[in-house]
């Protein structure tokens, strides 16, 4: 078992009834965030979302309104930074340029009195983890920007801080080096165990590296749940429209057999689980994701369970592995599809009649509203 698994039922961070304003501006609002010690957490939402005004009242950059910030179920609300044993990690990582990589990652060592000889091998040891040995002697301006964040992450990480903040740490890489360094910082939390929260508007990122996730939307915590969770079970349109993408539908439900709503289109129809409180009459904002349908000649039987729909190619676009096909779809629009490239599906082209498929449990009800 490693160190980051095993301590996962404790509390390591306690966002408490949160509330930042900034003037009229209410940054932060009512926002409740548990996060388990040894997670990787994101906070995950557009620019403006609250994600940043978050991670800083963790750090105690900045002081909560109403709310409280517990550390390890202590309350460090009234707490300086310096006070709270939490350490963070920024886009723009200001490293000291006159000093070697060894002096930079010991600083704080120095600062907080730990001797020579521990300070050297602790600093030996952050860099094997980091993936830099041997780098001690090294000037800022002799690495790579790669190198470099993974100095400032030494450098944070040197004095064992409970818990590590990082606000979009990986903004100024290439986007060849940004995916190695998402999957080298995920290796490098789960050997240390350490907590690490995680700022980004990035969803791949954060698909790519989180234990969790919380999406952000307008100052306030849409949902949270793992990678897996958020993606197959958005709660909210916000949620499934941020992560991934999306063909949303406005459907009305027609016929209700054993909580399946079904909706035609056309001579076809959606179908999907439905809970409750949606009936007969009801209109709902279903969604499908594009990977989830599957293409077929318009003669192709209709299964009995599943939605289909009928329609023609209007457009092909071939990204490589996978290909995205436009579809029309008299009564619903516009619908994609995507297709491993290499799949015999993908021999339809534009002008081609097809129907398009998918099963009830891909079928995503977003909103319901009964009339
Ligand atoms: P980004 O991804 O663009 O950094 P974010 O989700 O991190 O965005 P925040 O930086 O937390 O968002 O900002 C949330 C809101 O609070 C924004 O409307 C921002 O303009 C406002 N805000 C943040 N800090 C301040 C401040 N010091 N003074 C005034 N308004 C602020």
């Given at each position: 078992m490693t160190a980051s698994s095993s301590l996962k039922s404790e509390v390591g961070i306690h966002l408490e009834g949160i509330t930042k304003t900034f003037g009229e501006v209410?940054?932060?609002?009512d926002v409740d965030i548990v996060i388990r010690e040894g997670e990787f957490f994101s906070l995950l939402g557009p620019s403006g979302c609250g994600k940043t005004t978050s991670l800083r009242m963790i750090a105690g950059f900045e002081v909560p309104d109403t709310g409280r910030v517990l550390l390890r179920d202590k309350d460090v609300s009234g707490d300086l930074p310096s006070k709270r044993n939490v350490n963070m990690v920024f886009q723009h990582y200001a490293l000291f340029p006159h000093m070697n990589v060894e002096d930079n990652v010991m600083f704080g060592l120095r600062v907080s009195g730990v001797r020579k000889k521990e300070r050297v091998t602790r600093v030996a040891e952050i860099l094997e983890i980091v993936r830099l040995p041997g780098y001690q002697k090294r000037k800022p301006w002799q690495l790579s920007g790669g190198q470099q964040q993974r100095v400032a992450l030494a450098r944070a990480l040197v004095n064992r801080p409970s818990a590590l903040l990082l606000d979009e740490p990986l903004g100024a890489l290439d986007v060849k080096l940004r995916r190695e360094m998402q999957l080298e910082l995920k290796a490098i939390q789960h050997e240390l165990g350490t907590t690490f929260v995680y700022v980004t508007h990035d969803q791949e990122e954060a698909l790519t590296m989180s234990d969790r996730i919380a999406v952000m939307n307008l100052g306030r915590v849409e949902q949270t749940g793992t990678p897996r969770e958020i993606y197959?079970?958005?709660?909210?349109s916000f949620v499934a429209g941020f992560i991934g993408s999306l063909n949303a539908m406005d459907l009305t439900v027609e016929q209700r057999p054993e909580g399946i709503g079904v909706m035609s289109v056309g001579e076809g129809r959606v179908m999907a689980r439905v809970g409750?409180?949606?009936?007969?009459?009801t209109a709902v904002r279903a969604a499908v994701r594009p990977e989830r349908v599957a293409l077929g000649p318009s003669s192709a039987p209709v299964h009995p369970d599943g939605s289909v729909v009928f329609g023609t190619v209007q457009e092909v676009i071939y990204l490589g592995a996978v290909s995205l096909f436009h579809l029309d779809i008299p009564g619903l629009g516009q619908l994609v599809s995507q297709r491993m490239s290499h799949e015999q599906e993908s021999a339809f082209q534009t002008g081609d009649p097809v129907s398009a498929s998918w099963e009830p449990a891909h079928t995503l009800v977003l909103e319901a509203n009964p009339e």
């Open positions: 209410v940054a932060v609002d197959e079970h958005p709660e909210s409750a409180s949606v009936h007969v009459g």
